[in-house]
Nanobody
Framework: QVRLQESGGGSVQAGGSLRLSCAASGYWQKCMAWFRQAPGKEREMVAIISTSGGSTWYADSVPGRFAISQDNAKRMVYLQMNSLKPEDTGIYYC???????????????WGQGTQVTVSS
């Protein structure tokens, strides 16, 4: 059993930055990911990191603005978000699963989410 707890969300103006954190307890699986869900839209992958090798993947909308990282010793995963845009608004979820994929169903464990609101 893995428990995930997100933190760091909030309200910022466009162009601002936020750093999300995800604390994991238990024996985590191979891949950690950040997903987000905007109002009225489906949940989408934002960034993925392999907990074993550190490889990363990003959604097409965020490279160069977002960066995912991890601290294995602390069982923490982070999402640094810079140059935020209003379209980045949504609930951000941390997820853990055995395969590093953009598909939601591949992830076994989910956090409760943290709200990010970017105003123009």
């Amino acid at each position: 059993q893995v428990r995930l707890q997100e933190s760091g969300g909030g309200s910022v103006q466009a162009g601002g930055s936020l750093r999300l954190s995800c604390a994991a307890s238990g024996y985590w699986q191979k891949c950690m990911a950040w997903f987000r869900q905007a109002p009225g839209k489906e949940r989408e992958m934002v960034a993925i990191i392999s907990t074993s090798g550190g490889s990363t993947w990003y959604a097409d909308s965020v490279p160069g603005r977002f960066a995912i990282s991890q601290d294995n010793a602390k069982r923490m995963v982070y999402l640094q978000m810079n140059s935020l845009k209003p379209e980045d608004t949504g609930i951000y979820y941390c997820a853990n699963g055995p395969r590093c994929t953009a598909t939601m169903n591949a992830y076994t464990y989910w956090g409760q989410g943290t709200q990010v609101t970017v105003s123009s």
